[in-house]
């Protein structure tokens, strides 16, 4: 079964704009990962946001993390054409030693 | 090596045939994990090597379905008698260590088609 959900589906914007993604996940966890995935290949780590901080940058990416809502958020700045790509995010669960991936949120930026 | 390795990329193959897939993960990467994608999905978790154990195999879907690593190195993802719905690309990872604390790197997965 898969813990993360994300949200929207699918996501258009244009090239330049903001681009805003979110996950919800059902069970407490250690913490939770964002990924990138081109062309239906191997997937990228982006960030790791660990349950007790709140929010986390790394360049144009900003993640945040509600724990009393088991939800996230990732924001990417400034969108670029080459940030076209799925998005996932990924829970760690600590039980089992593996992360739980959501079904992904497809990203289009129109140049 | 300097990432995760996959080998075949692709693979096309008779139903009813065997596969085996083959995971070269980072050097010194205690962990490795095998994930399965159909086309459009999430990713469904198959099992999890920490050195040349596995301590979790809950998501192999059937007997048909079996795994090993060796030399904490290399891990080898055999499929017997294949069936269409084994059609899917399949994704290792490794990590520095157990658990979520460590990103995880991926191969380029590989992708098969039962035909």
């Known amino acids: 079964s898969q813990q993360g959900e994300e949200d929207p589906q699918a996501l258009s914007i244009q090239e330049g704009e903001n681009a805003t993604m979110n996950c919800s996940y059902k069970t407490s966890i250690n913490n939770l990962q964002w990924y990138r995935q081109n062309s239906g290949r191997g997937l990228v780590h982006l960030i790791l946001?660990?349950?007790?901080?709140r929010e986390k940058h790394s360049g144009r990416l900003r993640v945040t993390l509600d724990t009393s809502k088991k939800s996230s958020s990732l924001l990417i700045t400034a969108s670029r054409a080459a940030d076209t790509a799925s998005y996932f995010c990924a829970t760690d669960a600590g039980a089992n030693s593996k992360l739980t991936f959501g079904k992904g949120i497809t990203l289009s930026v129109r140049p | 090596g300097a990432g995760v390795s996959q080998s075949p990329s692709n693979k096309v193959t008779e139903k009813g045939k065997d596969v085996e897939l083959r995971c070269d993960p980072i050097?010194?990467?205690?962990?490795l994990y095998w994930y399965r994608q159909r086309l459009g999905q999430g990713l469904e978790f198959l099992i999890y090597?920490?050195?040349?154990?596995?301590?979790?195999k809950s998501g192999l879907p059937s007997d048909r379905f079996s795994a090993e690593r060796t030399g904490e190195s290399v891990s080898t993802l055999t499929i017997q008698r294949t069936q269409q719905e084994d059609s899917a690309v399949y994704l290792c990872a490794s990590s520095l260590g157990p658990g979520g604390n460590y990103g995880y790197t991926f191969g380029s997965g590989t992708r098969l088609t039962v035909v």
């Open positions: 050097s010194g990467h205690t962990a």
């Open positions: 090597f920490q050195g040349n154990s596995a301590p979790d």
């Open positions: 946001i660990r349950s007790n901080e």
